[in-house]
């Protein structure tokens, strides 16, 4: 069975501090996909990053950063020198096969960046 | 990118009523999902919507309580029948090749 694990369930940083958000997810497939979404106070549901099982590049998307590990069944998400606007629940997710298939999602961290 | 779109946003309802949601998407998919958001909770899959097909529940979720439409590739509803207070959620779809796109959610309050 697919699980994903974000143990941090709330983060409060000041702004500019980089924040590390912690993704651990299982899965007996060797093809699969891993995603984040944020989630801001208005509660529309926004696409970040998806990343297939046979990719082990870190990416850089400006402030945002991610470190996929397959050793370690990670996916961690970076944002540095954070801004106010960053404050949002993220979940980490996780799919089978295709990318197209449904979605397995992690409880949430609610990162909270104060100014 | 896939454009979603949900109608009604928001709706506050009597307990043992029905509501049905729309979901639109701007493009032909083959699969669009439902979930649910609990407050301040997680998104869990209700049901996958294949058109053509009846659509495949997870556990812990029926048809009767959760009728889902997939009338063409570009649109889908789910229904929430005879409500209770506990039914009180988000109602998100989602759609897309690659990357799973979103609707806006629909914001159910039940009294």
């Known amino acids: 069975a697919q699980k994903v694990t974000q143990a941090q369930t709330e983060i409060s940083v000041v702004e500019k501090e980089d924040v590390t958000l912690d993704c651990v997810y299982e899965?007996?497939?060797?093809?699969?996909?891993l995603f984040w979404y944020k989630q801001p106070p208005s509660g529309e549901l926004v696409f970040l990053i998806r990343r297939n099982s046979f990719d082990e590049q870190n990416e850089i998307s400006g402030r945002y950063s991610w470190n996929f590990q397959k050793s370690t069944s990670s996916f961690n998400f970076t944002i540095t020198a954070s801004q106010v606007v960053d404050s949002a629940v993220y979940f980490c997710?996780?799919?089978?096969?295709?990318?197209?298939?449904?979605?397995?999602f992690g409880k949430g961290t609610k990162l909270t960046v104060n100014p | 990118s896939a454009v979603i779109s949900q109608k009604p946003s928001r709706d506050i309802c009597q307990r043992g009523t029905s509501l049905t949601i729309q979901c639109q998407v701007d493009?032909?998919?083959?699969?669009m999902f439902w979930y649910r958001q609990q407050p301040g909770q997680s998104l869990t899959l209700i049901a996958t919507a294949n058109q053509g097909s009846e659509a495949t529940y997870e556990s812990g979720f029926v048809i009767d309580k959760f009728p889902i439409s997939r009338p063409n590739l570009t649109f889908s509803t789910l229904t929430v029948s005879n409500m209770s207070p506990e039914d009180s959620s988000i109602y998100l779809c989602?759609?897309?090749?690659?990357?799973?796109?979103f609707g806006p959610g629909t914001r159910l309050t039940v009294l």
């Open positions: 989602s759609a897309g090749y690659n990357e799973q796109f």
């Open positions: 493009s032909q998919v083959t699969m």
């Open positions: 997710a996780l799919s089978e096969a295709g990318g197209s298939e449904k979605l397995v």
């Open positions: 899965t007996r497939d060797t093809t699969y996909y």
